[in-house]
């Protein structure tokens, strides 16, 4: 191997345990090891910008910029909140049944918008809900986060590296979901299966807690009606 390539290596492993260890912000590593990358030499700009093999793909960069500017939009409605009072009274205040709801919400809405976002607003509407019911909060957190991954994997848009993915292959919406989508529903019930054999004997029913649940009006959750069904019909 050349100086170049060693040199290649080492900003690389740098940068990546900068990224693990998180000494400093994510994107200062990436960005601070790209630029040192190209201060060496070890590629130009034309290969780092503009080239179709290995420069950046800008059809990943602003399909996702679109769908987080679609999802901070939606936040600002409290559609979140609202699915999470919803579950919540559907569930009549039983954990478990609670818990399959969000799970399935949580896999469904990834699979629409940026999983990792997705979970970043559900989070905090499960620690309320949660805290109503005083059950504990990290069963449900965990199953959330496991969930966000499998229904993600379901579209094309679902997770940046299935974006990447279809854009290098030239897969469309389509051949991504009719591949992945019904996998994704199999491994969707044996997860709730799981979830039931992990969690389901942890969860304590309280009567009085759940009758506040529902007691609660989802509808109250929703902030703005007419940027809802604006999101909606941009999301559609």
């Known amino acids: 191997m050349s100086v170049l ?43 780092a910008f503009f080239s179709e093999h290995s420069g950046i793909d800008w059809n990943v960069i602003f399909l996702l910029l679109g769908m987080m500017i679609i ?37 469904g809405a990834s699979a629409l918008l940026d999983n990792v976002t997705t979970v970043l607003l559900i989070a905090p509407v499960t620690f309320l809900v949660c805290e109503r019911l005083a059950v ?40 991504f979901l009719i591949h992945m989508a019904p996998m994704v529903i199999v491994l969707m019930a044996v997860f709730v299966g799981l979830c039931r054999l992990m969690f389901g004997r942890s969860f304590r029913y309280d009567p009085e807690r759940a009758a506040s ?14 940027l809802l069904w604006q999101s909606l019909a941009v999301l559609a």
């Open 136 to 175: 504990n909060p990290v069963p449900f957190l965990i199953a959330e986060a496991m969930a966000s991954n499998i229904g993600g994997a379901a579209t094309l848009v679902g997770d940046p590296p299935n974006i990447i993915i279809a854009s290098r292959a030239g897969l469309s919406f389509n051949d």
């Open 5 to 47: 390539s060693w040199v290649s290596v080492a900003v690389f492993l740098a940068a990546y345990a900068l990224i693990a260890t998180e000494r400093i912000h994510r994107v200062a590593a990436a960005l601070g090891g790209a630029g040192v990358m190209l201060a060496v030499h070890a590629t130009g700009a034309e290969a």
């Open 213 to 226: 649940i529902m007691a609660l009006d989802e509808r109250e959750a929703i902030a703005d009606r007419r």
């Open 71 to 107: 999802v901070g939009v939606l936040k600002r409605t409290g559609v979140f909140e609202y699915l999470a009072i919803w579950a919540a009274k559907r569930a009549r205040g039983r954990p478990f049944r609670l818990m399959v709801l969000l799970v399935l919400i949580t896999a």
